[in-house]
């Protein structure tokens, strides 16, 4: 299968030079040329399967350079003891027509976790086959979860390094601790005196760099970068959505060939797009609601095809989805107009008016497939209450983003059909807004409202948060953004 630019759709890539390069060279987001497809004969066949072999068919669909063997050795890798749960992306059904998917079972307790412990091996895998000889480090700017996924997927694979930056005024105490006392010998953490637009700008700096590239390529090492807009990130991702729909057959909630909704907690676009790329192999699936904080862009965007950045920037107790760019979006409407031209257009709109208006063609296509919503911080800490009060069931606040827009689109359409929301966190890995929705005290330190949140609900908390502060903090060190190039070199001597 052949890859090609959102941007210029004459020039295609195969999928190891795709994930390779991550950004197509034009500035578009690499996507499939065509889909595979999916009948429900595959579906049947799929939910006897376990979520390893799961991933290894339905990746291989796409992957045809990979062989079957490659594929089941990075499924074993990605998916395994690293979980602490055997099915790895368990559904738990809490009444006749709701559940959720749980996503954060892995090393960070968070979703990213899915895509960030199979793209390392993607990646390498890749390397090789584009006939690379030079050791990749990935280099990153986090404000929070995305550093500490990509520091667990890639801590000790061969052949790549990591170092990551984080803002020493911008991450949580739990945050910290999680990077700061990251095990692995090919890793290492630096904080950035300032906020996460320094340390962002420091690694963009890097990456422009060329004399940095070039020493660097003298000592056999490049620079590589583990985004979101990675097709390596959104693949692994397609897999869940399927593996739902079957364990939702599995759990009587619907029947081989009924349509089931989901509700995706939504940031830069790439969970829900994946869910939506099964759904056109053949996932029957009805709708997708997209849910999001009160960044909510993008629900104005569903309803009125005009997307507008130009508004305020909300810090929100769901900052995973503090975002006003949402960039798999590209995607989304490239699919549903195959015109480069047109997408470039928007695209330049965008980045110089901060706003455009897509045509009545991609506007009814996206209404046809995509209901959205949005919530507050006080409506999602009611939430959060709701489910532990009614179900027992305890949800943290991305989480609770999606059951509250979920209720919103039920009372507004009176419908009643199953759907599955897409859980993306551990409750505990935003320990203080759910124990201030429950009702407790949180003015305690990192590290204490782990225990503290467990204590209150019962509820036990996951291994990878639990005894942070008695891990052994291995990097401190904090650097001016202005001298995160030193960082590096010294890194890759
Ligand atoms: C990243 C993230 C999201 C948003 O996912 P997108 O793919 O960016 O839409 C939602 N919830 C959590 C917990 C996340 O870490």
Redesign the pocket.
């Known amino acids: 299968m052949k890859y090609y630019s959102t941007r210029n759709n004459k020039t295609t890539v195969m999928a190891s030079e795709a994930i390779a390069s991550g950004l197509a060279p034009d500035g578009g987001l690499f996507v499939p040329e065509s889909l595979p497809e999916l009948t429900l004969k595959d579906i049947e066949a799929f939910s006897k399967l376990h979520y390893r072999e799961r991933a290894e068919r339905i990746m291989g669909l796409f992957l045809d350079q990979f062989s079957s063997y490659e594929l089941r050795s990075f499924v074993t890798a990605a998916y395994g003891e690293n979980y602490d749960d055997a099915e790895i992306a368990p559904v738990r059904k809490i009444n006749d027509n709701t559940a959720f998917l749980e996503l954060w079972h892995g090393p960070t307790c968070?979703?990213?976790d899915m895509a960030l412990q199979m793209l390392p091996h993607l990646l390498t895998a890749s390397l090789r086959k584009n006939g690379e000889t030079k050791q990749v480090c990935i280099l990153v700017a986090t404000s929070g979860?995305t550093g500490k996924a990509a520091l667990e997927g890639f801590r000790d694979v061969d052949g790549t390094s990591i170092l990551v930056f984080y803002p020493r005024d911008g991450v949580s105490d739990v945050q910290k601790l999680q990077m700061t006392t990251q095990e692995g010998s090919n890793v290492r953490v630096c904080a950035v005196k300032g906020n996460f637009d320094d340390a962002q700008s420091g690694v963009k700096r890097i990456f422009s760099d060329r004399v940095m590239a070039q020493q660097l390529s003298e000592r056999g090492y490049f620079l590589s970068s583990a985004n979101?807009i990675n097709w390596g990130r959104l693949l692994p991702q397609i897999v869940y959505y399927v593996s739902a729909y079957c364990d939702c057959i599995k759990n009587g909630m619907i029947k081989l060939g009924d349509k089931l909704d989901f509700c995706?907690?939504?940031?830069?676009?790439?969970?829900?797009l994946a869910g939506w790329y099964a759904k056109q192999m053949g996932l029957p699936v009805g709708r997708f609601i997209c849910a999001s904080n009160s960044n909510n862009v993008l629900t104005e965007f569903i309803e009125s095809g005009v997307y507008d950045r130009n508004r305020p920037f909300y810090t929100t107790t769901?900052p995973?989805?503090d975002?006003l760019v949402?960039s798999?979006l590209e995607r989304l409407l490239y699919s549903l107009c195959n015109d480069s031209g047109e997408i470039k257009g928007y695209m330049s709109e965008l980045s110089e008016g901060g706003r455009y208006q897509v045509s009545e063609k991609i506007r009814n296509a996206i209404a046809s497939e995509f209901s959205a919503g949005c919530c507050d911080d006080e409506r999602t800490a009611q939430t959060i209450k709701q489910f532990w009060d009614e179900y027992r069931y305890l949800i943290?606040t991305?989480t609770a983003v999606a059951a509250a827009v979920l209720q919103d689109h039920r009372e507004k359409t009176g419908e009643s059909q199953p759907v599955v929301i897409v859980s993306?966190?551990s409750p505990f890995k935003f320990c203080d807004s759910v124990i201030k929705a429950l009702g407790g005290n949180a003015d305690m330190t990192g590290a204490e409202l782990v225990p503290a949140l467990s204590g209150m609900t019962g509820v036990v908390s996951p291994k990878p948060l639990t005894g942070l502060d008695k891990r052994a903090v291995r990097f401190s060190d904090c650097v001016d953004s202005l001298d995160m190039e030193s960082v590096v070199s010294d890194f890759l001597k």
Not at 264 to 272: A, D, L
């Open positions: 968070a979703f990213k979860d979101s995706v907690p939504t940031g830069n676009f790439g969970n829900i769901s995973s989805m975002i949402s798999n943290d991305h993306t966190a």
